[in-house]
Antibody, heavy 120, light 107 residues
Framework: EVQLVESGGGLAKPGGSLRLSCAASGFTFSNYAMNWVRQAPGKGLEWVSSISHSADSINYADSVKGRFTISRDNAENSLYLQLNSLRAEDTAVYYC?????????????WGQGTLVTVSS | EIVLTQSPATLSLSPGERATLSCRASQSISDYLVWYQQKPGQAPRLLIYDASNRATDIPARFSGSGSGTDFTLTISSLEPEDFAVYYCQQRRSWPLTFGGGTKVETK
């Protein structure tokens, strides 16, 4: 069974940093591209970043480019998102998501999410 | 950036009725369109990929159609557990984008 468990969320001040983690199990992590998607309170879904299975292809939403960094450790079956220069508008539940199949940027499996709150 | 516009924003229906949800893309995305369902307090769940293919374990009452710029998600007969928010997403090009969602609520 595919399992994705996010951690690392919490309260941060504007301009501060957080590091989110996503522990994956139930599949061969190194074979799959991974993603972060966020959802502000009461709002819709927003794609944040994607990373290929070997980390040789990375993409970011314009809203986070230059501030957030996605990475992965295939030996540890883990996905990360480093959040720097945080803003109030980054407040959201952050979901880790695996693509459905071996290719194609859709989100077949999701974690339960971790809440990031940016406030002074 | 490809903009996805979902309509209506809210759909008020009764159990047993047919639901028809629309997603329109600002430019052609071929069939690279995905549908998700999200219930309160839960992560989204993938329903339909590549416009018309049901994901694993998705009931047959859910169907998707369309290509190019106009797409439809149909729920043939609403079950109580189908009242939720539905999002479309395009995977044709970066940045990946979602529609604003359609809430299917009980009439």
């Amino acid at each position: 069974e595919v399992q994705l468990v996010e951690s690392g969320g919490g309260l941060a001040k504007p301009g501060g940093s957080l590091r989110l983690s996503c522990a994956a199990s139930g599949f061969t992590f190194s074979n799959y591209a991974m993603n972060w998607v966020r959802q502000a309170p009461g709002k819709g879904l927003e794609w944040v970043s994607s990373i290929s299975h070997s980390a040789d292809s990375i993409n970011y939403a314009d809203s986070v480019k230059g501030r957030f960094t996605i990475s992965r450790d295939n030996a540890e079956n883990s996905l990360y998102l480093q959040l720097n220069s945080l803003r109030a508008e980054d407040t959201a539940v952050y979901y880790c998501a695996r693509i459905r199949g071996s290719s194609g940027w859709d989100f077949g499996y999701w974690g339960q999410g971790t809440l990031v709150t940016v406030s002074s | 950036e490809i903009v996805l516009t979902q309509s209506p924003a809210t759909l008020s229906l009764s159990p047993g009725e047919r639901a028809t949800l629309s997603c329109r893309a600002s430019q052609s995305i071929s069939d690279y369109l995905v549908w998700y369902q999200q219930k309160p307090g839960q992560a989204p769940r993938l329903l339909i990929y590549d416009a018309s293919n049901r994901a694993t374990d998705i009931p047959a009452r859910f169907s998707g159609s369309g290509s190019g710029t106009d797409f439809t998600l149909t729920i043939s007969s609403l079950e109580p557990e189908d009242f939720a928010v539905y999002y479309c997403q395009q995977r044709r090009s970066w940045p990946l984008t979602f529609g604003g969602g359609t809430k299917v609520e009980t009439k």
